[in-house]
């Protein structure tokens, strides 16, 4: 029987299996649907162990609250455009929900918790696996926070790329002001002193270098090190930063005209820190054109 285009479309559609796959599965099946897509069940299984290895720079950021517990997630996948499929939605949602309700001591705990979706299951990591190979794409949660410290939240996602929840005690359109700023701002620490030291030591190498560059006196180049190095650390510190709805007094001026105590936060920005990689499409295409002609 003639496979036909429409026929790879309606299988990749019911599938989303990639083209090649549809196209090889209905030739198998000798243009039976319901028999290919049953053969790209069993067949694509065995992608997530092929899909694994592939950079998952791409994803989402959820975040699930329920009675004064919460969770923020973050799952990656390798493209933008499988952040908007349904099912990896449902299953970066229902990852937040269980660690909430689970609370997983890790990621890999985070896999044995109970989600069933698509056909697939019954724990997450099935699920994880069964979608690598529906969708064709690794997937995989990369970190997580768990909250239950009985401190409020207060909770704030821009779109699905960055998630941020406030610990606090008072008022709770502060608070959401302040996940708000944090999602603009992106301080690192709470105050000063909290900056982690490896992040002062880099500002400092660099102020270092441009005060020797200015050919000043020692003690003059000493100054513009540590002025620089103060600047920094207001810079990147929460409390010292300008509001973002009112920049004529700091996050700490506000905090403290509304009777509110920010006790900590949490900011996941997708991909942060994750080295993507760049492919050559020319190069993958024609790749993809010499495996097809060997297949």
């Keep these: 029987m003639a496979i036909t285009a ?3 479309a309606e299988l990749r559609a019911k599938t989303d299996a990639p083209m090649m796959e549809c196209k090889k599965a209905l030739t198998e099946a000798n243009g039976d649907m319901p028999k290919a897509e049953e053969l790209l069940r069993v067949k694509l299984g065995s992608k997530a162990g092929k899909a694994a290895s592939r950079v998952t720079a791409e994803g989402v950021v959820a975040v699930h609250m329920a009675a004064g517990v919460g969770a923020l997630v973050e799952v990656n996948c390798e493209t933008d455009f499988v952040t908007k499929n349904d099912s990896f939605l449902a299953l970066t949602q229902a990852v937040a929900e269980g660690i909430a309700k689970g609370n997983p001591a890790d990621v890999a705990a985070v896999g044995a ?3 069933s979706l698509d056909g697939f299951g019954p724990t997450i990591e099935d699920v994880r696996k069964g979608l ?5 794409e690794n ?7 768990r909250f239950a410290s009985g401190s409020k939240l ?5 779109g699905t790329r960055i998630g941020v929840v406030v610990e606090f005690e008072g008022d709770e359109a502060a608070a959401k002001d302040v996940a708000m700023h944090v999602a603009a701002m992106k301080p690192v620490s709470l105050t000063s002193a909290d900056v982690p030291a490896e992040l002062i030591e880099r500002e400092r190498s660099v102020a270092t270098a441009k005060a020797a560059e200015s050919g000043k006196p020692a003690e003059i180049a000493a100054k513009m090190i540590e002025g620089s190095v103060q600047k ?3 810079e990147v510190s929460l409390f010292n930063q300008p509001f973002v ?3 004529k007094q700091t996050v700490e001026q506000m905090l403290k005209e509304m009777g509110t105590t920010v006790k900590g936060f949490t900011l996941y920005v997708v991909g942060e820190g994750i080295e993507k990689k760049v492919d050559d499409f020319a190069a993958e295409v024609a790749a993809q054109v010499a495996a097809a002609k060997g297949a």
């Design 139 to 145: 997937m995989s949660v990369r970190r997580f926070k």
């Design 245 to 247: 709805k009112n920049d």
């Design 113 to 115: 918790l109970p989600f």
């Design 154 to 158: 207060a909770t704030y996602l821009h």
């Design 132 to 136: 690598i190979g529906k969708i064709g």
């Design 6 to 8: 429409s026929m790879v």
């Design 232 to 234: 920094y650390l207001k």
